[in-house]
Every structure is written in structure tokens, then in C-alpha cells.
């Protein structure tokens, strides 16, 4: 899994830093109207909700980690964001969210951000709470399995960009997929610049 999610990285780091702006202004109109909440559990079984952060943004990904291409590419992406606003990233959360519960055990969501960033957060939870989180930011997501596939050979089909909540867990905007890492840091260091002040960082 390590060789491969390598060279999905490597792939991913042409993509987002090379990539023509994406038009998201359509895809976040679209959510801004959801509740864009989630009541989760972490790697070491606590329950995280969107109000857990205060002070920070959050930056927010639905996937799973069977992705072959997409997931890859998002998470390092993220790692990028988080690599280039240096010092300014302990006021920024990112989050991985599985679509995929029942195959993304808490072992293997742990490993497979950390091999990304270990300042990522991989949650998941039971499949209704999943869909409920997953409704409330407008994503959609299904199994695809093949003719004879075997119970747990399949793949899952989602919805793709991140999202990003202000520092009092409500949303505020929605990123397209292979938007520019670059782009994504001035929105956010935009953001930031508008409430310059840091808040108490949660213990966690």
C-alpha cells in the first residue's frame, strides 16, 4: 500500500500545484445552506463533533482508503496546504472522513493519513452516522461492485473537493477537486488575516 500511495503522491503533486484554477463558486452555493456537521470517532475511539476545534478552521475531506486516485491526491493536497502555511497551520484542522466504515478500521484510517501528515485526522464512525455527517456537507456516496465480487471487493464511488468550516465549526466554503494548493492557501490566509487573533488551541 506504502509503493503505491507514493507514487499517488507523486502524481498528486503535479496535479495540484500545476493545475488551472478550478470554478468552485457553483459547487459551494451548493452547501452553503447544509448544516455541514459531524459527530464522529477519532483512531483512539473519542467522539469529535465540528464544535471540537475551536479557534481553528477545519479543513475537511470525505473519502476512503481504497481510493486508487482521488483520496491520494486530496490528502496530499492537504499536506501541502498545511506545509505552506507554516507556522499558521496549528490554527487550521484537517480532517479525512471515510465514506467507507466498514472496511477503514480505526488502524488503518491512522496509518494511512499519517502517511500523508500526521497532523491529518481520520474519523469514522457507524454507517448511519457516516451518511448523517456526509449529508449535512451535501456529499454523496455509494458502493460499486462488480458481478461476483466478493462482499468486501468494491469500490466506492463519492463526491470529491474539501471543505472548509471557521473556527466556530460552521461551514464557509467548499474547494473543487485539483484546485491549486497555492490558491487554497490565500483563501485560507485570507480568512485568517480577518480574525487575527488565536484562541486557546483544545487539548486533544
Do not use: K
Not at 23 to 50: C, E, F, H, I, T
Amino acid at each position: 500500500m506504502i509503493r503505491s500511495l507514493g507514487i499517488a503522491l507523486c502524481a498528486a503533486l503535479v496535479v495540484f500545484w500545476q493545475a488551472p484554477a478550478a470554478a468552485d463558486d457553483a459547487a459551494a452555493s451548493s452547501v452553503a445552506g447544509l448544516p455541514a456537521r459531524y459527530l464522529l470517532m477519532d483512531a483512539n475511539g473519542r467522539a469529535v463533533s465540528n464544535e471540537d476545534f475551536p479557534g481553528r478552521l477545519q479543513l475537511i475531506s470525505f473519502g476512503y482508503t481504497f481510493c486508487p486516485d482521488v483520496c491520494p491526491t486530496t490528502l496530499a493536497e492537504m499536506a501541502a496546504v498545511l506545509n505552506a502555511l507554516g507556522p499558521d497551520a496549528e490554527r487550521l484542522q484537517a480532517i479525512f472522513i471515510t465514506v467507507d466504515p466498514e472496511r477503514d478500521t480505526a488502524g488503518i484510517l491512522r496509518s494511512y493519513v499519517s502517511f500523508f501528515d500526521p497532523r491529518i485526522v481520520g474519523l469514522s464512525g457507524s454507517p448511519a452516522l457516516v451518511r448523517r455527517a456526509a449529508d449535512h456537507f451535501g456529499v454523496r456516496y455509494e458502493q460499486v461492485r462488480e458481478p461476483g465480487a466478493a462482499a468486501d471487493q468494491y469500490a466506492v464511488d463519492h463526491s470529491v473537493g474539501m471543505f472548509l468550516l471557521g473556527s466556530d465549526g460552521r461551514y464557509l466554503r467548499r474547494f473543487a477537486y485539483a484546485m491549486p494548493a497555492v490558491e487554497i492557501v490565500e483563501r485560507i490566509r485570507e480568512i485568517m488575516s480577518a480574525s487575527p487573533q488565536r484562541l486557546p488551541l483544545p487539548a486533544r
